[in-house]
T-cell receptor
């Protein structure tokens, strides 16, 4: 069964600290893995997208890693800011006959406090 | 590039009433998706269109939910009659084919509250 599991479910950190979010998946066949940031009441916004052959990708203070052998990914946030408070969703995609199908994790809720 | 447009942003209805949501995808995106996101959970795919044809509607509660994309561009999602458990954010997304990068863009969603 295609599944995406994320941990921790929620996380509270102080402004300026770093944190790492985890994602394990069992989706097959694998197309790519995406990390999204979703602010409350808004649609998800893409942070990174990695294919099977990519191990790491950065987007500003966000760095995602991917180990396709162990089917694990992580999202590292450096020097957190209050605006980083959001839900971070790991999404694994595979290609169906018409396009791209996505399997979503339940997300990690990050709260950054001052 | 304009994003995926959705309306309304918020809707409050009583149970057993009907409601409709509208989505305008990014120009040129042939594939359009509707997702239901219940508070605290990841989005769940309801239906996927390729142009005006349905590719996947296996998780759409067809006894009360319907969706159409008649001209292969805009799409509407309808719930009739609504139940309390339908309270959620309804997200529309569109994408390019995998051969064109598989770019995937979400709209801001419609937050539905059923009372």
């Amino acid at each position: 069964k295609n599944q995406v599991e994320q941990s921790p479910q929620s996380l509270i950190i102080l402004e300026g600290k770093n944190c790492t979010l985890q994602c394990n998946y069992t989706v097959s066949p694998f197309s790519n893995l995406r990390w999204y940031k979703q602010d409350t009441g808004r649609g998800p916004v893409s942070l990174t997208i990695m294919t099977f052959s990519e191990n790491t990708k950065s987007n500003g203070r966000y760095t995602a890693t991917l180990d396709a052998d162990t089917k694990q990914s992580s999202l590292h946030i450096t020097a957190s800011q209050l605006s980083d408070s959001a839900s971070y969703i790991c999404v694994v995609s595979w290609a169906n006959q018409a396009g791209t199908a996505l399997i979503f994790g339940k997300g990690t809720t990050l709260s950054v406090s001052s | 590039e304009a994003g995926v447009a959705q309306s309304p942003r918020y809707k409050i209805i009583e149970k057993r009433q009907s409601v409709a949501f509208w989505c305008n995808p990014i120009s040129g995106h042939a594939t359009l998706y509707w997702y239901q996101q219940i508070l605290g959970q990841g989005p769940k795919l309801l239906i996927q269109f390729q142009n005006n044809g349905v590719v996947d509607d296996s998780q759409l509660p067809k006894d009360r939910f319907s969706a159409e994309r008649l001209k292969g561009v805009d799409s509407t999602l309808k719930i009739q009659p609504a139940k309390l458990e339908d309270s959620a954010v309804y997200l529309c997304a569109s994408s390019t084919p995998p051969s064109a990068g598989g770019g995937y863009t979400f709209g801001s969603g419609t937050r539905l509250t059923v009372v």
